[in-house]
């Protein structure tokens, strides 16, 4: 099958949509699909593809660029059109949101995907973004049609999203997109290095400082607001008294372009990491280039702390990453949690927010070793499920193979 795959960012850009297209497309190619990335020109950089093809015709992704786009999906020839979706990562033009309906016109016609990072969609707010979403409303027909989403809910022959949250949101702007819609978790967005014997565990514990004796709390991800990076740092510094040789590992740095939300968030959580004393305990990695540098840090660590503001869910890579190293997680809990997540089975699970709850998940976990040997247990169950690169592709290809909606 021939599966040409759309999204505006990609590698180097420091973005998570940009390494779920990378990996995405390589899976793909190693499941035995021929593939083809439609992404963004950078300047200064040639793009290279583990064995599917490029295309860097698009520059802005606004109406200017609608001909250039048909012309990239008329040359691969598509069966099928997967379109990575989030707002900010086409500058929220909502040129892309026509993308369902104008691939109507090609030939032969391609089933359309639209997997849906996460919920935030177009804003136009200039003056000829609005007019051409007007134009373009005109020319798709009104009915269905939603401000942010376009004509991706009506038109596309499937949704994806990453957790069931996402899916109600959407439901909630266009209710029959719940008939052709399926839920297909973040995988992990990584390579994950294997250390069966602790290697690699302990070259890089010792390069980074830490004894055998510390009990090393790793947060991975971006350093932005919603991650809950306050609460990670209070958490530590909390469970200092009862675990006195704690440490906080944060391994990521801070989202570049669209995904910057506050460029000084991140020099405001270090000055709050060293007001609460960590200054000796809290090492910050900042970006990562190498994958497997980063499976290094994790495989030096004793326990994952996921303090996300709105609590853990599937759309989480993050989740999938540290699970697949078999890490135990101490996680936060929503007002919602998706059934894949078994409190004291797979997580350690404590109330958004609440750092001193999550400062005892933690010292709970330091100070019990049959918890910990439970939960690490939990991660690799979990790892090798629906979040899996298995099950994945398995899922993205079945919504891929059926025929377009009439």
Request: net charge neutral; glycine share 8%; proline share 7%.
């Amino acid at each position: 099958m021939r599966i040409t795959v759309v999204c505006s960012v990609y590698p180097p850009a420091q973005a998570g949509e940009a390494a779920h297209a990378a990996h995405l497309c390589k899976h793909l190619v190693a499941a035995g699909q021929s593939v083809t990335l439609i992404t963004s020109k950078i300047d200064g950089v040639t793009p290279e593809g583990e064995g599917f093809a490029i295309n860097t015709d698009m520059k802005n992704w606004g109406w200017s660029e609608m001909r250039t786009l048909k012309r990239a999906l008329g040359q691969s020839r598509p069966d099928a059109v997967l379109l990575i979706y989030l707002g900010p990562i086409y500058r929220r033009h909502p040129m892309i949101t026509f993308l369902p309906t104008f691939c109507r016109g090609l030939k032969p016609r391609p089933v359309v995907i639209s997997q849906f990072e996460n919920t935030p969609g177009a804003d136009p707010t200039t003056m000829e973004a609005r007019l051409g979403r007007k134009l373009a409303s005109i020319w798709a027909g009104s009915a269905g049609l939603e401000y942010r989403y376009g004509t991706l809910l009506r038109d596309s022959d499937a949704v994806i999203t990453l957790c069931r949250p996402h899916l109600d949101v959407l439901a909630g702007f266009y209710p029959a997109v719940e008939k052709k819609s399926r839920v297909i978790p973040a995988p992990p967005l990584l390579e994950v290095l294997s250390d069966p014997d602790g290697t690699i565990r302990a070259e890089t514990r010792r390069k980074l400082g830490y004894t055998d004796d510390d009990f090393v709390v790793s947060y991975f991800g971006f350093i932005y607001p919603q991650k809950g990076v306050e609460t990670a740092i209070e958490a530590v510094s909390f469970a200092a008294a009862k675990v006195p040789n704690i440490k906080l590992l944060l391994i990521g740095g801070s989202p570049t372009g669209a995904d910057q939300k506050d460029p000084g968030y991140a020099g405001r959580m270090r000055k709050m990491a060293d007001d609460m004393g960590l200054a000796s305990r809290a090492t910050w990695t900042g970006h990562i280039a190498e994958e497997t540098d980063v499976s290094r840090h994790l495989h030096a660590s004793d326990v994952s702390l996921m303090p996300f503001v709105q609590g853990i869910r599937l759309n989480n890579s993050s989740c999938a990453v540290v699970t697949s190293h078999g890490l135990p997680v101490v996680a936060s809990r929503g007002e919602t949690l998706e059934p894949e997540f078994v409190d004291r089975e797979n997580v350690l699970l404590f109330p958004a927010g609440n750092s001193r709850a999550a400062a005892d998940a933690l010292s709970e976990v330091a100070n019990d070793p049959s918890l910990r040997q439970k939960l690490r247990s939990g991660a690799a169950a979990f790892s090798q499920g629906r979040s899996s690169w298995t099950a994945v592709i398995r899922q993205t290809l079945e919504v891929c193979r059926p025929a377009p909606a009439a």
